[in-house]
T-cell receptor, first 112, second 114 residues
Framework: QKEVEQNSGPLSVPEGAIASLNCTYSDRVSQSFFWYRQYSGKSPELIMSIYSNGDKEDGRFTAQLNKASQYVSLLIRDSQPSDSATYLCAVNIAGSNYQLIWGAGTKLIIKP | NAGVTQTPKFRILKIGQSMTLQCAQDMNHNYMYWYRQDPGMGLKLIYYSVGAGITDKGEVPNGYNVSRSTTEDFPLRLELAAPSQTSVYFC?????????????FGPGTRLTVT
């Protein structure tokens, strides 16, 4: 059974601090990894994709991938109250027709 | 570009009724997906399609049906609604090629079956 695991939270972070969100996955051959942000009552929105080991930065967001440890993380620098949302980790299912397997999400709360 | 659109936004069904959730995309994406999301849970794949005329079951297909007659449209049919189908339903699409795993979502349909 292929799985993606996330801490459900809530993770509470002071405004201006770094929020660190983590995700582990079970399928060793997965190659594509995604972070989606979902505000309450809204649909998931893609914020980061990462395909290679190491870091990928986009504005205040940094995705980190370690395939040997089967671990992907998302760092949010200078956290803002508007970053308060649930963050979903998704991983491709190798050999599938472009299917993803999803974690249940981590709820992030940024306290002013 | 409207992206992915879904109708209706909300619906209440009685047990045993049927309905169709509509989904359309204007990005010329070949791949389309239907998910359901229960409170506090991740997304569960119901059905997906890799192109017009081609559909396949996902993780939780029972009680649902789909068709894909055009690239743009991917309706989801609920037959004989049951309370277990109370959920939020999301349609998504993705392109082919290098970015083909990047899925883009519609706004969702919140369905209650009573």
């Amino acid at each position: 059974q292929k799985e993606v695991e996330q801490n459900s939270g809530p993770l509470s972070v002071p405004e201006g601090a770094i929020a660190s969100l983590n995700c582990t996955y079970s399928d060793r051959v997965s190659q594509s990894f995604f972070w989606y942000r979902q505000y309450s009552g809204k649909s998931p929105e893609l914020i980061m994709s990462i395909y290679s080991n190491g870091d990928k930065e986009d504005g205040r967001f940094t995705a980190q991938l370690n395939k040997a440890s089967q671990y992907v993380s998302l760092l949010i620098r200078d956290s803002q109250p508007s970053d308060s949302a649930t963050y979903l980790c998704a991983v491709n299912i190798a050999g599938s027709n472009y299917q993803l397997i999803w974690g249940a999400g981590t709820k992030l709360i940024i306290k002013p | 570009n409207a992206g992915v659109t879904q109708t209706p936004k909300f619906r209440i069904l009685k047990i045993g009724q049927s309905m169709t959730l509509q989904c359309a995309q204007d990005m010329n994406h070949n791949y389309m997906y239907w998910y359901r999301q229960d409170p506090g849970m991740g997304l569960k794949l119901i059905y997906y399609s890799v192109g017009a005329g081609i559909t396949d079951k996902g993780e939780v297909p029972n009680g649902y049906n789909v068709s894909r007659s055009t690239t743009e449209d991917f309706p989801l049919r609920l037959e004989l609604a049951a309370p277990s189908q109370t959920s939020v339903y999301f349609c998504a699409s993705s392109a082919t090629g290098e970015d083909s795993y990047e899925q883009y979502f519609g706004p969702g349909t919140r369905l209650t079956v009573t």
